[in-house]
């Protein structure tokens, strides 16, 4: 093994981290730089028949390989050899698996987080430290908890929180959206416009909410303003060309409800932390 009897000390830190720091290395060199689109595109047709999927695996065999002689000065064969050979096979078949799946956000993070665990649990294993990550997790405290429970809360409960809210008016604005000044002008917005603005409305709250709720518990306020003053001048052209005060005090409305719940969660959050900034 690469480390024998590692004692589980009072602070219950990881040794050797370099390990996991080169697999993870090998790991992102192997699957986005060293890997051509042609292979991936092979890959998404021929699924397990592909020969670069075969080529790709054994590359982050070998990188992982490599890593692990370099970053360590005692390394045991037969390790280096399972560690390798688990790595390599586990990608192949997380791979095949990803093939038949549609292209989407949901499915890179799922393949990423598979080989991402995969790579902690060989490191575990090569260094020999799986009694110390099991105390770790055991040692989670309500502190993390929070933190944990803070982030979820900001992004989708609020985005339903925030529309419910914001509903006695939605229909209103809506429905007074400015018609087309010409028969044969296009509509405005068409019906498929409105839900992919929908989405990405969404996605914009998620990373707003998650960004200010950070700036709170790093107890970075002016940082707040700064990004509500940069998302204003973003709007402010989209509002004046509409020309709609019921839009746009729709849109104001919207902002500060987001912000005041972002900002409630947070300094909750910083309550439980015993961090809050205003005394």
């Not at 890593?67 to 050979?85: E, K, P």
């Not at 390599?88 to 990423?112: G, W």
């Not at 929180?161 to 209103?172: F, M, R, V």
Request: include cysteine; glycine fraction near 4%; proline fraction near 4%.
């Amino acid at each position: 093994m690469l480390a024998q009897n590692v004692t589980i000390t009072a602070d219950l830190s990881l040794e050797q981290p370099e390990v996991l720091v080169g697999l993870l290395l090998a790991h992102i060199l192997a699957d986005f730089y060293f890997q051509p689109y042609a292979w991936l595109q092979e890959r998404n047709e021929r699924h397990a028949l592909a020969l670069p999927l075969y080529l790709h695996t054994l590359l982050h065999g070998i990188l992982a390989a490599g890593a692990m002689l370099l970053l360590t000065q005692n390394v045991n064969g037969w390790t280096l050899g399972v560690s390798a050979i688990v790595i390599a096979v586990s990608h192949f078949k997380i791979d095949v698996i990803k093939s038949y799946c549609a292209q989407s956000t949901k499915a890179f993070i799922a393949d990423q987080f598979a080989h991402i665990l995969i790579l902690v649990a060989v490191f575990l294993y090569a260094t020999n430290q799986w009694e110390v990550a099991i105390h770790l997790f055991k040692k989670l405290s309500v502190e993390h908890l929070a933190v944990i429970l803070a982030y979820l809360a900001v992004l989708k409960p609020s985005s339903i929180i925030i529309k419910q809210l914001l509903s006695p008016w939605s229909s209103e604005v809506l429905a007074t959206r400015p018609s087309p000044k010409h028969p044969n002008d296009p509509p405005t917005i068409s019906t498929e416009a409105q839900q992919t603005l929908s989405l990405a409305g969404q996605r914009i709250g998620y990373l707003e909410r998650t960004l200010m709720l950070t700036f709170v518990l790093l107890n970075q306020f002016s940082a707040i303003g700064f990004l509500i003053a940069a998302k204003s001048i973003f709007r402010f052209g989209d509002l004046t060309k509409h020309q709609d005060r019921k839009l746009t005090e729709y849109v104001l409305l919207g902002t500060f409800t987001s912000v005041a719940l972002t900002m409630a969660v947070g300094l909750a959050c910083g309550a439980v932390l015993g961090s809050i900034p205003v005394k």
